[in-house]
């Protein structure tokens, strides 16, 4: 008996590498994410060839059998002009390696290589918040600040491939000190590490749910708690928002200024509080953009993609590489 099964359609699968997991999906031509699969990232002091298993795994279970047409790789880290190479990422072991190639190799199909947070201004320009806008600034709100830059429908990386990187922008002369080595970077005042130092310094002057929910101990509270607090109304964790938002929007602010775009969107896990967030950040970029009163002021929105917002735009990337081939 013949087998009259038609042959599997070529797949675009993007996939999304952060510090803590694996998330690739199956991406069709409507930016709809079809099947995904999820792996646990190794970590940065592991071997790199565990971390590129990993993605190896995650990307074959979700093509399920299906020839591969091409993947997109978002990446947390530094990615070079080229887009072949990770050059840094905080939480992974790729330092200067040719990733694209690697991958490739292991995949036998184009892979094409792009930061995190850029994959995601993809995908939201393309089909998400900023869908239909020919300028985008992509602020991505998790641990710190990430970003991404769409200009006349083109994402612009920059002479080094490392455009974007808005969290390390000095709001604060001499202000906290940061991971990257400067002080007073923006993403010390407005993320989710900055919330949770927030609350912790609201903690103690005025009565908080959030005593009962660290046992009195600071060093145990995290943004979730503190999100699930803002929500039952808890005073101080909505002070805590406010600080954020309104440092949110002093820096979106300054990146109006400089790009004036047509929509600033913003991503990431703290972006779920929604207004909470949103609302004191409008009225911070109101007062802080210059000239707001003489111009179309951007509007800030929330991003629609959620957590897989960035491998959706990698899958995205990678069909208008092949298209460009």
Known sequence: MWDVTPPSSPVWIGVDVGGTKVLAGVVDDLGRVVRTARRAT???????????DALEAAVLEAAAGAPIAGVGVAAAGFVDVTGRRVMFAPHLPWQGEDVQGRLGDRWGAPVVLDNDANCAAVAESTY???????????????TGIGGGIVMEGRLVRGANGMAGEFGHMQVV????????????????????????????????????????????????????????????????????????????????????AAFDPEVVVVGGGVSAAGDRLLGPARDALLRSLVGAAHRDVPPLVSALLGPEAGLVGAAELARRAQARR
């Open 42 to 52: 190794p970590g940065r002091r592991v071997d790199i060839a565990h971390v590129e």
């Open 128 to 142: 998400g918040a900023a869908r239909g806008s020919r300028s985008a600034i992509m602020v991505t709100m998790g």
């Open 173 to 256: 002369p001499g202000g906290r000190a940061c991971e990257c080595g400067g002080n007073g970077c923006w993403e010390q005042y407005s993320s989710g590490n900055a919330l949770v130092r927030s609350a912790r310094e609201l903690m103690g002057q005025q009565p908080s749910v959030l005593e009962e929910a660290t046992g009195g101990e600071t060093a145990r509270l995290t943004g979730p708690m503190v999100s699930d607090a803002a929500a039952m109304g808890d005073l101080v964790a909505r002070q805590a928002f406010a600080s954020v938002g309104d440092w949110l929007g002093v820096g979106v602010a300054n990146l109006v």
